[in-house]
């Protein structure tokens, strides 16, 4: 099994900035990506921000982009996501993700709520 621990969310005026941590534990081998989904109220969980770890390689959604910052650290087997310029749009639950491939499937957090209101 694998634990994601997630940290950072809370309140913040629009234009402010947050950054969410996620730490992960257990059976972490096999990891295909680490990232960061949203849900807003009566919305279907989003995709923000993933990085796959293999390549490297960084998907960010188009609604993001310029925005937030996703980034990993491999010591620590931890992702973090640095979100700047944030508007109301931005607010929702956040849930970090990682995916270990179509056997394993996908592992969440317990979700951080991110609230961006003046």
């Known amino acids: 099994q694998v634990q994601l621990v997630e940290s950072g969310g809370g309140l913040v005026q629009p234009g402010g900035s947050l950054r969410l941590s996620c730490a992960a534990s257990?059976?972490?081998?096999?990891?295909?990506?680490m990232g960061w989904y949203r849900q807003a109220p009566g919305k279907q969980r989003e995709l923000v921000a993933r990085?796959?770890?293999?390549?490297?390689?960084?998907h960010y959604a188009d609604s993001v982009k310029g925005r937030f910052t996703i980034s990993r650290d491999n010591a620590k087997n931890a992702v973090s996501l640095q979100m700047n310029s944030l508007k109301p749009e931005d607010t929702a639950v956040y849930y970090c993700?990682?995916?270990?491939?179509?056997?394993?499937?996908?592992?969440w957090g317990q979700g951080t709520q991110v609230t961006v209101s003046s």
């Open positions: 990085i796959f770890a293999s390549s490297g390689r960084i």
């Open positions: 993700n990682l995916y270990k491939g179509h056997i394993s499937g996908d592992y």
């Open positions: 257990g059976s972490i081998d096999s990891i295909y990506t």
